[in-house]
């Protein structure tokens, strides 16, 4: 038994969406499947609220603010998108499989919900949880 090794603690919801923001730009490296799906979920979250608000009061500015949001998460999405691809051993560029109807989107679910490669690839270190 290695007693020189601690548990890692996994990522949370904040760290995972604040290390995304901190990448904003960065698309060498690795991002863990927690990294990842944290992001997506904020997103969607961000999203879903900001389409409620404007149902409920028809108010512009919620359409407004969730076109600015949109325009500025294109390039966080991309790069934690093609870091994610980099940690499951695929090269970035399989990200435009996405432009590819349906099956494509499929296929990049699929790619994102692999676990990570267990060991260093040629993209860099194991991501940290």
């Not at 499929?106 to 940290?128: K, L, T």
Request: charged share 15%; glycine share 8%; net charge neutral.
């Amino acid at each position: 038994m290695d007693f020189n090794t601690r548990p890692v603690a996994p990522l949370t919801f904040q760290d995972a969406v604040a290390r995304v923001f901190s990448k904003y730009a960065q698309f060498s490296g690795r991002a863990s499947r927690a990294e990842f799906w944290w992001f997506m979920l904020f997103l969607f979250v961000v999203n879903t609220a900001l389409g409620i608000m404007y149902l409920i009061t028809d108010l512009g500015i919620f359409n407004y603010i969730d076109w600015v949001f949109g325009i500025t998460t294109i390039i966080p999405i991309l790069t934690v998108s093609w870091r994610r691809l980099h940690d499951v051993g695929k090269g970035g560029g399989w990200f435009f499989i996405n432009f590819v109807p349906v099956v494509g989107s499929v296929i990049f679910i699929i790619f994102c919900a692999q676990p990570s490669e267990p060991a260093p690839n040629r993209f860099g270190e194991v991501p940290a949880n």
